[in-house]
């Protein structure tokens, strides 16, 4: 790897690393110390490298520095010194890069208890995806604006807020209590699920940018995995639901980023090796006793990954989504079970559900009836896909609609 690539790609696989290694070592209180150390780092790197050559463990090289640059920061920092002292057993200096532990292990611990930090209830689901972004997948300010389709400004103001909630709330950076660790987990999955939403059904055109927010996701959930104390089946089920919806990335979209709808894409581009991950993972989220939401989106998926117009795929989707629906309603599950209902029972009975829903804010709504129209009423249909041009805020989601109209 060329230098001008290395640089910017060990940054985002070591700075995340580097950072909740040092927010654990310092405390919650010293997030922005901690960025500031790792920042300082790779500066250090961009200013050497090219004049020194590559080292030989550039890796190695970046943890050093980190270790030292913490180091003569507590050293300058008499205040830090005293504060953080107290809760470091042996205070020489000479200790402080044995104290600073940057072993695999410890770096893996590191992420899942900040994991687990900033996922805490005090601090909003926003702030959440936002500090995951930031701290553990290492995204810069405007990356992340433009992930959350918002300015580098609210991001900054968010991100600040919320770091000083977690100081003031004092949370720890460490593994819940094993008796608590299915309720905690709750709200990290939750971030997680979230944040690989973010991407999937990004409103971003930029498609690298849109994947990067779905693998940061899935190597979250993979870090939950390989934890004995957080391999549980509802973690086993969402990263299956993930290796399923990842399979389709390649069919998903056109070269100029047009939305191909399901029906049309070409399965040969399909990742088969993903989607056999995705049922290895969902087999082994059968082993417990608990039903999550996770595991009957991921048993939609499934069905899905089988493009077979069968009467026996719908119904077992449709199936699900009652399921679904019983567990936890959203509308987006009402309305994707309104096309199951119409591809497994027919359009009439389907029309009779969608009608029920009155999700007149919906430009998904207005779709689905247009589409449930397309045969038996082209003129209600046009107005219905209109209606959903008038309300769709993305230029692909026009070019999808406008695109049926065409097909009436």
């Not at 910017?8 to 290694?21: D, G, M, S």
């Not at 997948?137 to 807020?161: P, Q, V, Y």
């Not at 991407?199 to 993979?222: P, V």
């Amino acid at each position: 790897m060329e230098q001008g690539e290395l640089i910017p790609h060990l940054f985002r696989t070591e700075f995340r690393k580097i950072t909740a290694v040092l927010c654990k070592y310092f405390g919650i209180g010293y997030i922005e110390t901690a960025e500031d150390i790792a920042g300082e780092t790779f500066l250090a790197a961009i200013e050497t490298w090219p004049y020194n050559g590559i080292p030989p463990n550039p890796a190695a090289w970046l943890y050093t520095v980190a270790k030292n640059k913490a180091r003569n920061y507590i050293q300058r920092n008499k205040n830090f010194y005293e504060k953080v002292a107290v809760a470091i057993k042996d205070q020489s200096t000479e200790s402080y890069e044995q104290e600073i532990d940057l072993s695999s292990q410890n770096i893996n611990d590191s992420q899942l208890q900040m994991l687990f930090a900033i996922c805490h209830p005090s601090i909003s689901t926003e702030s959440q995806i936002g500090l995951a972004l930031r701290i553990l997948c290492g995204f810069g300010i405007e990356e992340i604006a433009n992930a959350l389709l918002t300015n580098k400004e609210t991001i900054n103001k968010r991100l600040s807020r919320a770091k000083e909630k977690l100081r003031l709330e004092k949370v720890a950076i460490e593994f819940p209590p094993e008796k608590e660790i299915s309720k905690r987990l709750e709200p990290v999955l939750t971030t997680i699920y979230l944040l690989y939403n973010e991407g999937y059904y990004s409103e971003s055109q930029n498609s690298i940018l849109r994947e990067e927010l779905c693998m940061e996701a899935m190597r979250l959930t993979l870090l939950l995995l390989e934890n004995e104390k957080t391999n549980l089946p509802a973690v086993n089920a969402l990263y299956a639901l993930m290796c399923f919806h990842a399979s389709r990335f390649p069919a998903r979209k056109t070269n100029n980023g047009e939305i191909i709808l399901y029906q049309r894409q070409d399965e040969t581009l399909w990742d088969q090796e993903l989607i056999l991950k995705g049922a290895y993972y969902l087999k082994q989220a059968t082993q417990g006793t608990v039903l999550s939401k996770y595991h009957i989106e991921a048993g939609i998926a499934w069905w899905h990954t089988n493009k077979a117009d069968t009467k026996e795929k719908w119904e077992n989707i449709l199936q699900l989504y009652n399921q679904l629906l019983q567990l936890e309603y959203s509308p987006v599950a009402a309305l994707n079970r309104t096309f199951a209902l119409s591809k497994a029972n027919g359009k009439k009975e389907a029309i009779a559900e969608a009608e029920k829903l009155q999700l007149t804010n919906n430009h998904y709504y207005y779709t689905l009836l247009g589409e449930l129209y397309m045969e038996s009423d082209g003129k209600k249909a046009k107005q219905y896909f209109e209606k959903a041009i008038s309300l769709a805020r993305t230029t692909a989601d026009k070019q999808t609609i406008l695109k049926k109209i065409d097909d009436l």
